[in-house]
């Protein structure tokens, strides 16, 4: 059984910075950040190679967010700045186990194991 966990959501200005942190236990795997806000479907935002040496951003994000991983930790991280109240949503991390193909995926059918998520408010 594969866990995945996300931290550090939380409340946030407008123009401020937030870190998401997660965590996936067993292996290495390709991991991607998603979310989805209320009446919204779940969007892809960002995701990282198993090796670090390849990433893939959402046009909403490009530039304000970067993704992020230490695989001696296991661990993959959203770097979020000038954050707008348009990202407020339930962020959620997934792992993708298909590390053979060295590339980054951003559609939901390809990511296996799934976060609880965590809450992300960014008030104006």
């Known amino acids: 059984q594969v866990h995945v966990r996300e931290s550090g959501g939380g409340l946030v200005q407008a123009g401020g910075s937030l870190r998401l942190s997660c965590v996936a236990s067993g292996r290495t795997y390709h991991m991607g950040w998603f979310r989805q806000a209320s009446g919204k479907e779940r969007e892809f935002l960002a995701g990282i190679s198993a090796s670090g040496g390849q990433t893939s951003y959402a046009d909403s994000v490009k530039g304000r967010f970067t993704i992020s991983r230490d695989n001696a930790k296991n661990s993959v991280s959203l770097q979020m700045d000038s954050a707008q109240p348009d990202d407020t949503a339930v962020y959620s991390c997934?792992?993708?186990?298909?590390?053979?193909?060295?590339?980054?995926?951003?559609?939901?059918?390809?990511?296996?194991?799934w976060g609880q998520g965590t809450q992300v408010t960014v008030s104006s």
């Open positions: 997934a792992a993708d186990h298909n590390i053979i193909l060295p590339i980054v995926r951003a559609a939901q059918k390809w990511y296996d194991y």
